[in-house]
């Protein structure tokens, strides 16, 4: 059986709560979180990771590659006015 899991952040607090268990045991496919609750998701998965929300884009782009390459397949960090950064 194939089934894909989107998780969608609702607030700071709850990005962190499906990663809190070893991360690669989390059945997550899709993950869509705005630019703060990606920052606390990458703070609790990759924990010798300095990040911030002003943190340039680029810094940003790398950490959702590895992210999407090491934990979840799929990660849409919603940017605000900057738009949306997507990894695959």
Do not use: C, H, W
């Given at each position: 059986m194939f089934f894909s899991v989107f998780f969608e952040p609702t607030?700071?607090?709850?990005?962190?709560v499906p990663f809190q268990v070893c991360p690669s045991d989390v059945p997550i496919s899709f993950i869509s979180p705005n630019i703060a609750e990606f920052v606390e998701i990458v703070r609790e998965i990759l924990?010798?990771?300095s990040i911030r929300e002003d943190?340039?884009?680029e810094k940003i782009a790398d950490l959702a590659c590895r992210v999407?390459?090491?934990?979840?397949?799929?990660v849409l960090v919603t940017l605000?006015?900057?738009?949306?950064?997507v990894s695959r």
């Open positions: 607030d700071i607090a709850r990005a962190r924990p010798q990771i943190d340039p884009l999407s390459e090491d934990f979840v397949d799929n605000g006015s900057k738009g949306l950064l």
